[in-house]
């Protein structure tokens, strides 16, 4: 099948990391997973009252594997533990017997289109390479051709089960109009918060339950990559122009380039540096959500550290007053630390949940007596009130949705509160924020400025379209798991395995 695509030839040279920067956009991702000793289970299980084999568990298992390398790249294995390979295989499996069902099929015309459309496939000149196509699936993902093909035809048959559920999807002007006025529209309250933090000291430590708070929130301590790295810094005056800045930069340049040359002879960075009299500083672990802000690295830079490998030293590197070079000294992969290691971050996490309860009663409480005390005046001062009863009260800007704000962050539930308020109900219930609970009140509303709504419209209808197209194939999807009444053997096995 499709063996014309596949014609036979020297392999060419091709970088081997190609399969790890390419992306893929159909399927449904997995994790690689081994069944170890399959023969303890007959079958992974059934649905729609049909038993599926582990032999055809297992092939689709490994087609989504493909998929998630694909489209995670090097980061696959740092994430593979967060995966829910079972899940999403299952969910194949529903639906191509939904396509079976509806006897949707695709030509291997449109499977050829679909592969020599994808860009890793394709020559210098833009065009389908067979070689190169045969190299990547054979060397780089280790899948042979037809198992890809049929791969691909799979996914075009998802293709087409979502454009028959989805085609009849619409939306209308009076929607995009909607979604440009909240997105342009702007309101301003003030909170009422009430911070967890202050009820940390009514809370007693239960180990057992810290432990379990981990096991539960591994997620929550995951630990990004993170590098440690020694540089030298050379730097001319502030105040110097003309030619005594250029003499000044080429002075400092050269000792930068003096530095990196003596460490490439076999000198340590500290030993170079204080040869040209200057001095080797650490920066201590940093990642990339976290950069050590002292070495004033652009973001550009900072991607080329993390690409670097330990011992391996920077070119000269220009900083807004001299230069820099950078050794890199250890680096760390991504990783969720065990237990042991963070126990006390473990529990702080978990004393700051508990403590939550605490600040719940208390913000009930005081939301009771506020309501209570502005029903009461003839101009209620909601900050003035607050503030009487000790509470802490801050006023946000004008803000619109999806906007980041000082305290609170970006926090959906706040943000829909704010919105929902008017002038008939100004004032909210108890809002949960990551920190406490809030109460809300409305200040001032600015409207939306519907001038630019002709020329945003179609731009605000697709993406509204997309969103409604993908939650309608969502609900069928939901809809089909339940038709399919699934017994998952696989998943009792695996927790077979771990209880012993």
């Known amino acids: 099948m499709l063996k014309f695509i596949r014609k036979k030839g020297v392999m060419k040279k091709i970088l081997w990391c190609l399969a790890i920067v390419i992306i893929l956009v159909f399927g449904f991702l997995g994790q690689a997973y081994l069944l170890n000793a399959p023969g303890e289970i007959r079958n992974a299980g059934q649905i729609f009252g049909r038993t599926v084999s582990l032999e055809e568990f297992e092939k689709q298992r490994q087609q989504t594997v493909v998929q998630a390398i694909l489209r995670y790249g090097k980061n696959f294995n740092k994430i593979r533990d967060f995966l829910n390979i079972e899940a999403e295989t299952w969910d194949r499996l529903i639906l191509l017997q939904e396509a079976r069902k509806r006897r949707i099929t695709v030509s291997d015309a449109d499977v050829i289109a679909a592969v020599q459309k994808y860009p890793f496939f394709q020559g210098e000149d833009g065009a389908f390479d067979s070689l190169r196509y045969n190299d990547v699936l054979k060397y780089a993902l280790k899948i042979r051709p037809r198992d890809f093909e049929e791969t691909v035809r799979d ?41 967890a933090e202050e009820f940390k000291g009514q809370v007693s430590v239960d180990e057992a339950e810290v432990e379990k708070y981990y096991q539960d929130h591994k997620q929550e301590f995951f630990m990004p990559p993170a590098v440690n790295a020694e540089y030298v810094r050379a730097e001319y005056p502030a105040d110097l122009k003309d030619e005594a800045l250029a003499k000044a930069k080429d002075e400092t340049l050269a000792k930068i380039r003096a530095v990196i040359q003596e460490a490439a002879e076999g000198k340590t960075l500290a030993e170079t540096a204080k040869g040209q009299g200057l001095t080797v500083q650490e920066s201590g672990f940093f990642s990339m959500e976290q950069p050590n802000l002292q070495m004033g690295q652009s973001f550009e830079t900072l991607q080329n550290i993390f690409r670097m490998d330990p011992g391996q030293i920077s070119d000269p590197i220009e900083t807004p007053r001299g230069f820099q070079v950078i050794r890199l000294k250890e680096k760390k992969e991504a990783y969720v630390p065990e237990f042991a290691d963070i126990k006390d971050t473990v529990a702080e996490a978990w004393k700051v949940q508990e403590a939550k309860q605490f600040a719940k009663q208390k913000a009930e409480e ?135």
Do not use: H, W
């Open 155 to 195: 996914s075009l048959k998802f293709e087409k089960l979502y454009l028959l559920e989805t085609s009849s999807t619409d939306v209308t002007e009076e929607e995009a109009f909607n979604a440009y006025r909240q997105e342009n529209e702007k309101v301003q309250v003030s909170y009422a918060f009430i911070p």
């Open 366 to 500: 005081s939301l009771t007596a506020l309501t209570g005390a502005l029903a009461s005046t003839q101009f209620p001062d909601f900050a003035k009130t607050a503030r009487d009863m000790k509470l802490d009260v801050q006023q946000t800007p004008f803000f619109s949705l999806g906007q980041y704000l000082p305290t609170i962050g970006i926090e959906k539930g706040f943000q829909e509160t704010a919105f929902s308020l008017n002038d008939t109900k100004k004032i909210s219930g108890i809002v949960e924020v990551l920190k406490g609970y809030c109460i809300l009140y409305l200040d001032s509303r600015q409207p939306a400025d519907m001038k630019g709504f002709e020329e945003k419209k179609q731009e605000i209808a697709d993406a509204l379209l997309t969103e409604k197209r993908n939650q309608v194939f969502s609900d069928f999807l939901t809809k089909l798991r339940l038709q399919a009444n699934l017994k998952d053997n696989i998943s009792e096995y695996l927790a077979s395995r771990q209880s012993r």
